[in-house]
């Protein structure tokens, strides 16, 4: 991986959460910047690039159409193939940027604010969901809960970083009893509101005097339901090797649980750089990679798809 150029949207943080339209604008504002200083990293030209690769979905549709239109321009305009790629799929095959790579089959748990997944990996395009969740996704539990308690957006770092701080077991939440695999977090979210705004009814200052317990009981919880559920999947599918993926596999907590659930079972863990868990374009190339050595290449009519199937 030559180069890996991210341009942060700070604009959201005023209405504490992703605004789609602002985001499009945004889009449309860093692109150019962001390829160009990508190309300048990567000590290469533009005449270099034998392909384009870019995230056709799932995702915001008015920030898709921005990438899928630069890429189709660029792609036109070098004489070079596109290559459409799935953003949850770039997620898991993170795991092949650098030296230390899964060995297939293995099951990795895909964890972001929009999703929550279980996907076994039988190779770079053979997935299967075998888990997941039946309402909201874990990363929206946790920014639900850091909304509640008046965290600024984003919210997931600011819990993670209290959650050190505090005892995971000062406040206990309920594990929901979903059948299989599969995953559920309305009812985990719902009852921290109640949990708040019962005790802040009691304690005006109990938010601010208990803050550090609270967010690392809800991690705790939130990483023992996914946790619970991987290991579930992995004994069922006798796969010894699991791996985290999405933007919440950045999570202190979730990072260290995966670690000691793979050290009980002696199964083999992978968990990718920080810089690869978040959305990046790096994720993105590396999937382009493994479609390119195949030859599937997209023509110019592609269009993005908001809700495109795994």
């Not at 023992?224 to 791996?243: G, M, P, S």
């Amino acid at each position: 991986m030559l180069s890996n150029i991210i341009a942060n949207q700070t604009i959201h943080e005023a209405y504490g959460g992703v605004v789609p339209e602002l985001a499009s604008r945004v889009h449309q504002q860093n692109i150019i910047p962001a390829v160009q200083q990508a190309i300048i990293n990567a000590k290469v030209s533009k005449n270099d690039i034998d392909a384009v690769a870019f995230t056709r979905g799932p995702g915001l549709l008015g920030s898709l159409l921005v990438g899928v239109s630069f890429a189709k321009a660029f792609a036109l305009a070098q004489n070079v193939p596109l290559i459409d790629i799935n953003h949850m799929q770039a997620h898991i095959l993170a795991h092949f940027i650098g030296i230390d790579k899964p060995q297939f089959p293995f099951l990795c748990l895909t964890v972001s604010g929009g999703h929550t997944q279980i996907v076994l990996v039988k190779d770079y395009f053979d997935m299967e969901i075998v888990g997941q969740t039946q309402d909201d996704a874990a990363g929206e539990a946790l920014d639900k809960t850091s909304k509640v308690l008046g965290l600024p957006y984003p919210g997931g770092p600011l819990i993670d970083k209290y959650a050190r701080l505090g005892n995971p077991d000062a406040f206990k939440f309920p594990e929901p009893n979903i059948p299989d695999f599969d995953f559920s977090f309305s009812g985990l979210k719902t009852s921290i509101m109640y949990f708040i705004r019962d005790n802040q009814a009691k304690n005006p200052d109990f938010v601010a005097q208990n803050m550090a317990d609270i967010c690392a009981s809800v991690e705790k919880r939130v990483v023992t339901i996914l946790l619970n559920k991987l290991e579930k999947a992995a004994k069922a599918y006798d796969v010894k090797t699991i791996a985290l993926a999405g933007g919440v596999s950045a999570n202190t907590g979730l990072r260290l649980g995966i670690q000691q659930l793979a050290d009980k079972h002696n199964w083999k863990s992978f968990i990718p750089a920080f810089e690869y868990c978040t959305d990046n374009a790096a994720m993105i190339a590396i999937a382009g990679h493994y479609k390119f050595l195949k030859g599937e290449f997209i023509g110019q009519q592609v269009a993005p798809l908001a809700r495109m199937p795994f």
